[in-house]
């Protein structure tokens, strides 16, 4: 079993920065990837991003540039820096772990999602 925490979230201008944290716990956090996803106003749940367990990370095209994922298996923790942020950014952000499969975009492929954390970009 793995219990997921996130935070960071908030209310943030356009063009502004966030950093969103995953707090992981139970098994052993540094053998899987991990993936950010999050679920915009009245639409459905997309993926945001994904580190692998050696740190290569990848990110949907709409945020390339602006966003970064990382890991900090020490701390059995997760990243999601948020830069240039924009209005169509705010979401329910959540983390998951990838258990399976080969796509790391299908939210399918995730077990033990987190409670989200909410980002509102406005001005």
């Known amino acids: 079993q793995v219990h997921l925490v996130e935070s960071g979230g908030g209310l943030v201008q356009p063009g502004g920065s966030l950093r969103l944290s995953c707090a992981a716990s139970g098994r052993t956090f540094s053998s899987y990837p991990m993936g950010w996803f999050r679920q915009p106003p009245g639409k459905e749940r997309e993926s945001v991003g994904v580190v692998l367990t050696d740190g290569t990370t990848f990110v949907r095209d709409s945020v390339k540039g602006r966003f970064t994922i990382s890991r900090d298996n020490a701390k059995n923790t997760v990243y999601l820096q948020m830069n240039s942020l924009k209005p169509e950014d705010t979401a329910v952000y959540y983390c998951?772990?990838?258990?399976?499969?080969?796509?790391?975009?299908?939210?399918?492929?995730?077990?033990?999602w987190g409670q989200g954390t909410q980002v509102t970009v406005s001005s």
């Open positions: 998951a772990v990838k258990t399976r499969g080969v796509s790391w975009y299908f939210s399918t492929n995730y077990d033990y």
